[in-house]
């Protein structure tokens, strides 16, 4: 069975400076897609950034990146020139394999301190 | 394209009587999920279609919920004799066909059970 693994339930980050989320995650498939969805507040889910296992190169989306270790599976979530916005609850998740529902991590609530 | 719409948002009733929720996907999307989640936990898969079809349910949907996708759009996901424990909130969210396409996610809908 599929598993994600967030090992940090909270971490803090200065506004302008750089945070790094980790994400590992266990699966036997080699054809899958991870994401980085983040939550805020208000409650919505918004994807941030998504990962196709084949592709050796990583996403990136503006002040957001990944370092995808596919050996390792490892999935990590970059956040450069934090912004009071990006306040927010963030979760990993994987889906792939026969399965097409997304599985996801407990999560990692990360606060952006002016 | 209006995104994922859930309603009601919010939902207070007495423990033992029935709600339904529905959902309305973005419009050319023909796969929607249902997933639970309490606070502080990431969502839990609890069913999805395919169209009409329903493809697969978990083992958290007891026989006091149902999942309905008539005509292949909306859905609706009703709980039956509610209990105290099935305060959360209830999250629907739509995907084109193929599971590497992303899942948009609604805005929830959260049920208080008293």
């Known amino acids: 069975a599929q598993t994600v693994t967030q090992s940090q339930p909270e971490m803090s980050v200065q506004e302008a400076e750089t945070v790094t989320l980790s994400c590992t995650y266990d699966t036997s498939e080699n054809n899958y897609y991870l994401f980085w969805y983040k939550q805020p507040p208000s409650r919505q889910m918004i994807l941030v950034i998504r990962?196709?296992?084949?592709?050796?190169q990583n996403a990136t989306e503006n002040r957001f990146s990944v370092n995808f270790q596919k050996a390792a599976k490892s999935f990590s979530l970059k956040i450069s020139d934090s912004q009071l916005g990006d306040t927010a609850m963030y979760f990993c998740a994987f889906v792939g394999g026969a399965t097409n529902k997304l599985i996801f991590g407990t999560g990692t609530l990360l606060a952006v301190q002016p | 394209d209006t995104g994922v719409s859930q309603d009601p948002r919010h939902k207070i009733t007495k423990r033992g009587q029935n709600v339904t929720f529905r959902c309305d996907p973005i419009s050319e999307h023909n796969r929607l999920y249902w997933y639970r989640q309490t606070l502080g936990q990431g969502p839990e898969f609890l069913t999805y279609?395919?169209?009409?079809?329903?493809?697969?349910k978990s083992r958290l949907l007891s026989d006091r919920f149902s999942a309905e996708r008539p005509k292949g759009s909306f859905s609706t996901l009703e709980i039956q004799r509610t209990e105290q424990g099935d305060s959360a909130m209830y999250l629907c969210?739509?995907?084109?066909?193929?599971?590497?396409?992303?899942?948009?996610f609604g805005e929830g809908s959260w049920l208080t059970v008293v």
């Open positions: 969210a739509s995907s084109l066909t193929s599971s590497g396409n992303t899942i948009y």
């Open positions: 990962q196709e296992a084949y592709k050796q």
């Open positions: 279609f395919q169209n009409e079809a329903q493809l697969e």
